[in-house]
């Protein structure tokens, strides 16, 4: 248990050490770049979601 708390403490320490090199430290979901993979993700995620079809309505004769 120690040594987590341990390493949770100096990954805070560097978190803090990054945040002072400067105002432009962004967390990774808000770069430009990051937001448009997950938008595209997304959209190819629904695309095939929507190609297979609604599972809940009858179209086969298995049931």
Do not use: W, Y
């Not at 993979?37 to 959209?43: D, G, N, R, T």
């Amino acid at each position: 248990m120690v040594r987590v708390v341990n390493e949770f403490e100096i990954s805070q320490e560097r978190i803090k050490q990054e945040q002072t090199k400067g105002p432009d430290i962004k967390h990774n979901e808000q770069v430009k770049s990051k937001q448009n993979s997950f938008v595209k993700q997304v959209q190819a995620l629904t695309n095939i979601l929507e190609g297979m079809g609604n599972p809940f309505l009858e179209e086969c004769d298995d049931l």
